[in-house]
């Protein structure tokens, strides 16, 4: 059956793929000199800055409808939005949506000097850095989404210490979650006010299984759902948090309000499950995670379940029966760096189908490039098209072809 409306499109990051640090006045970032492999840094990537072009040539020959990446706050401290204004018009010059995320992880230095998400101001910062993007693009941009996965922000870059900035606060990491929830409506407003076509989010959602039916287990898993999937959805869509959370939240009268701004689409990042029981004695956390050995494993260790995507799409309907439309704003996997990438084919397929039988309205790959894989530096691969790292030669893989094979057949139905 055609599916002519059905939105398909890749995904990529500023950080992971631009390079040219010291290009277009752009700032510091907390990424910058972050520790990842040794010897890894993004100070080039995939070289985009410079290829961008080259870039959105693949993307035309790959047929899609639209290409979601995101504007490196840092870059449009200087005159970025330089470079943002020429790919916007070489994506609409081939006939792709340009899908604009405002933050994927790369706080400017300064900022996170400052105090960074723990510090209730850097909301409103970026809200006038919102309105500054805006006002230069929004007559040509398709789509919004002020944030990406701000639960890995708060997890993994506060509570943990696994992303930068390297905090390791557990519980105390917290406010930052409602200082990113804050910031997102602060920004939905400014994009409304500047004539947004379409806004939305990308979060980051697992589907959550005890590892028995224990009372503890269910608990345990309960427990990481509310700090994984809950803190952010519950006030986005509908203006309250969890009740185990909300008293350890820095909510203000009017927060709560200002967050849950409509949206026009929700959006999923879906890449597995996750398994809980109940902690054991000295761990300060009330749950740990248990491996889900019965799934397949992509090549950075994470299970292979499609109809996971299905099983956390309409927990989210459940949960929030007025559910905006449905994009998977990220799904891929990181393999080995062959050109035949059979693995990746049918992991690929395997959710497309799943997105479909989930109701979504489109689907984003990750990734189009190879690219810097944050703390795991240039170790694991999610593109659709190799990168030579040391040449910066592109080469479609055939999960490439297949994906520009499924696009057209599902737009016509032949």
């Not at 407003?189 to 287990?217: E, I």
């Not at 810097?372 to 659709?384: A, M």
């Given at each position: 059956?055609p599916?002519?409306?059905?939105l ?6 500023a950080f992971q ?10 700032a ?8 990842s492999?040794e010897?890894?840094?993004a100070?080039?990537a995939c070289d985009?800055?410079h290829?961008y072009?080259?870039d959105?040539?693949?993307?035309r ?9 995101s ?16 790919l916007v018009d070489?994506?609409l ?9 405002l933050?994927?992880w ?5 900022v996170?000097d400052a105090g ?5 101001d850097?909301a409103s ?6 309105a500054?993007?805006a ?9 919004w989404?002020?944030?990406n996965?701000?639960?890995?922000t708060?997890l993994?870059?506060y ?5 930068a900035?390297g905090k390791a606060?557990?519980?105390?990491a917290?406010?930052?979650a409602h200082h990113l929830?804050l ?7 400014a994009?409304r ?11 980051n959602?697992?589907?959550v299984?005890p590892?028995?039916p224990s009372?503890?287990?269910r608990?345990a ?8 999937n809950?803190l952010y959805a ?9 009740e185990?959370l ?6 203000r009268?009017?927060?709560?309000a200002t967050?849950?701004q409509?949206?026009?689409?929700y959006g999923?990042?879906y890449?597995n ?6 902690p ?15 799934h ?6 994470w299970?292979?379940v ?5 099983e956390?799409?309409a927990e989210l309907?459940r949960?929030h029966?007025?559910l ?5 704003t990220?799904?891929?996997c990181s393999?080995p760096?062959?050109?035949?990438d059979?693995?990746?084919?049918a992991y ?7 997105a479909?039988?989930?109701g979504?309205?489109g689907?984003f790959?990750w990734?189009l490039l190879?690219n810097?894989?944050w703390?795991?530096?240039?170790t694991?691969?999610f593109g659709l098209v ?9 080469t ?5 072809r297949?994906y520009r ?6 737009r016509?139905g032949?």
């Amino acid at each position: 059956m055609p599916l002519p409306d059905f939105l398909w499109g890749v995904s990529t990051s500023a950080f992971q793929i631009e390079g040219a640090f010291t290009e277009d006045g752009r700032a510091p970032s907390v990424w910058d000199e972050f520790p990842s492999i040794e010897g890894h840094t993004a100070e080039i990537a995939c070289d985009h800055r410079h290829r961008y072009a080259e870039d959105v040539a693949l993307m035309r020959d790959l047929g899609v409808d639209a290409y979601r990446f995101s504007v490196s706050w840092p870059r449009v401290e200087g005159t970025g939005l330089d470079f943002y204004d020429r790919l916007v018009d070489e994506l609409l010059a081939a006939d792709i949506r340009p899908v604009v995320t405002l933050y994927h992880w790369d706080t400017p230095r300064h900022v996170e000097d400052a105090g960074g998400w723990l510090n209730r101001d850097t909301a409103s910062r970026f809200a006038d850095y919102a309105a500054a993007v805006a006002a230069r693009l929004v007559d040509r941009v398709a789509m919004w989404i002020p944030l990406n996965e701000p639960a890995m922000t708060t997890l993994l870059g506060y509570a943990i210490g696994q992303h930068a900035p390297g905090k390791a606060l557990l519980y105390d990491a917290l406010p930052t979650a409602h200082h990113l929830n804050l910031a997102h409506g602060l920004a939905v407003r400014a994009l409304r006010a500047a004539g947004a076509a379409a806004v939305g989010t990308a979060n980051n959602h697992t589907p959550v299984w005890p590892a028995s039916p224990s009372d503890d287990d269910r608990a345990a898993a309960a427990a990481y759902s509310a700090l994984h999937n809950w803190l952010y959805a519950d006030p986005v869509l509908a203006g309250r948090y969890p009740e185990e959370l909300a008293d350890r939240l820095p909510v203000r009268d009017g927060d709560l309000a200002t967050i849950a701004q409509p949206l026009d689409f929700y959006g999923v990042n879906y890449y597995n499950p996750t398994r809980l029981r109940a902690p054991s004695e000295g761990n300060p956390l009330p749950f740990e995670l248990v491996d889900i050995a019965e799934h397949p494993k992509t090549g950075y260790g994470w299970p292979v379940v499609p109809s996971g995507l299905e099983e956390i799409v309409a927990e989210l309907r459940r949960r929030h029966p007025a559910l905006p439309p449905v994009h998977i704003t990220e799904n891929g996997c990181s393999y080995p760096h062959e050109i035949a990438d059979t693995a990746r084919i049918a992991y690929l397929d395997a959710h497309v189908e799943a997105a479909l039988r989930a109701g979504a309205s489109g689907y984003f790959v990750w990734s189009l490039l190879d690219n810097f894989e944050w703390d795991s530096g240039y170790t694991q691969r999610f593109g659709l098209v190799h990168v030579d790292y040391e040449t910066q030669r592109r080469t479609p893989r055939d999960s490439f072809r297949w994906y520009r094979d499924r696009i057209r057949r599902d737009r016509t139905g032949r």
